[in-house]
């Protein structure tokens, strides 16, 4: 595995524990999403300031080791007296 391939599955697995999975977000949103945080991804990258095109093409051909998303679960209503 490069350090580039190791770097893109760290920002990957990152996104993933804060509720995004980039295996699921259709090719529109994670453009915007890169877009947007185009500061992030360059830090968590590293190297020659990668291009959104090469951002996108990483995070699709390698995203996340782990399994699906784990969702949190939902905190629990009190009941009324």
Do not use: K
Not at 12 to 24: F, H, K, P, Q, S
Not at 46 to 67: A, H, K, M, V
């Amino acid at each position: 595995m490069t350090m580039l391939t190791a770097r893109t599955r760290s920002c990957a697995e990152d996104l993933l524990t804060n509720g995004i999975d980039v295996r699921e977000m259709p090719d529109r949103s994670l453009r915007a999403l890169i877009a947007n945080e185009r500061d992030y991804f360059q830090l968590m990258l590293g190297g020659d300031e990668p291009t959104d095109r090469e951002i996108f093409r990483l995070l699709r051909d390698t995203g996340p080791s782990r399994g699906p998303v784990q969702r949190r679960p939902r905190a629990r209503r009190s009941r009324p007296c």
